[in-house]
């Protein structure tokens, strides 16, 4: 399993970035995917879940309405559309295979500041 995210990087308050994944190594498709973040000093929060046709999405309450998640299965790429960023949006972001990110990614750093 390989899962290899980028996208991160410095956004302003109220700005966006947008946050890739591009998976290997497994059947994509036949997985619900996952965003999950570390803060500095906290553990790891899900952020957001897609099922495997990109029918069904999730998102953690202090998320919803401004990040969206989607998938092409085609190309076997996961993403974060992140909209109207908030300084505790600031962490390490990582694509995984499950809700708690036991199977994730080497992450991609998000920080939001002006």
């Known amino acids: 399993v390989q899962l290899v995210e980028s996208g991160g990087g410095l956004g302003n308050p109220g700005g966006s970035l947008r946050l890739s994944c591009a998976a290997s190594?497994?059947?994509?498709?036949?997985?619900?995917m996952y965003w999950v973040r570390q803060r500095p000093g906290q553990d790891i929060e899900w952020v957001s879940s897609?099922?495997?046709?990109?029918?069904?999405?999730y998102y953690v309450e202090s998320v919803k309405g401004r990040f969206a998640i989607s998938r092409d299965n085609a190309k076997n790429v996961l993403y974060l559309e992140m909209n109207g960023l908030k300084p505790e949006d600031t962490a390490l972001y990582y694509c995984?295979?499950?809700?708690?990110?036991?199977?994730r990614g080497q992450g991609t750093q998000v920080t939001v500041a002006s």
């Open positions: 995984a295979r499950d809700s708690q990110g036991a199977i």
């Open positions: 897609i099922d495997t046709r990109g029918s069904n999405k």
């Open positions: 190594g497994f059947p994509f498709s036949t997985y619900w």
